[in-house]
């Protein structure tokens, strides 16, 4: 099994080695290697007391609540003009910020 390790310095003499799969676990060690060397130990000892299981759940069947609003705007007449200044708006902006 690999677990991947999120390890960050959190002052000048502590490591924080953490992870949260399959089971949330956090340790420190005075060196990145012993923050690591630690979570692994614990990770041992964690997963040796218990199972790590998949199981299945069924998909929502509940429409998303935005549904009933795809698309209103498909065929407004005026749809298109609004994404042509959309699009002259963002290529004003891009200039001005190239230019700068």
Do not use: N
């Not at 502590?14 to 420190?28: D, G, I, K």
């Not at 007391?49 to 509940?62: C, H, K, R, W, Y």
């Not at 902006?93 to 190239?98: F, I, P, Q, Y």
């Amino acid at each position: 099994m690999q677990l991947i390790i999120w390890v960050e310095r959190t002052d000048e003499h502590m490591y924080r080695a953490e992870t949260a799969q399959p089971v949330s676990l956090a340790t420190q060690g005075r060196t990145r290697e012993e923050a690591v060397e630690r979570l692994c130990e614990l990770a041992k000892q964690r997963l040796s007391t218990g199972e790590v299981i998949q199981v299945d759940l069924p998909a929502g069947t509940a429409a998303h609540p935005w549904m009933p609003f795809a698309g209103i705007w498909k065929d407004h007449p005026e749809i298109d003009a609004w994404q042509d200044t959309i699009a002259e708006q963002r290529a004003q902006l891009d200039k001005a910020e190239s230019e700068e």
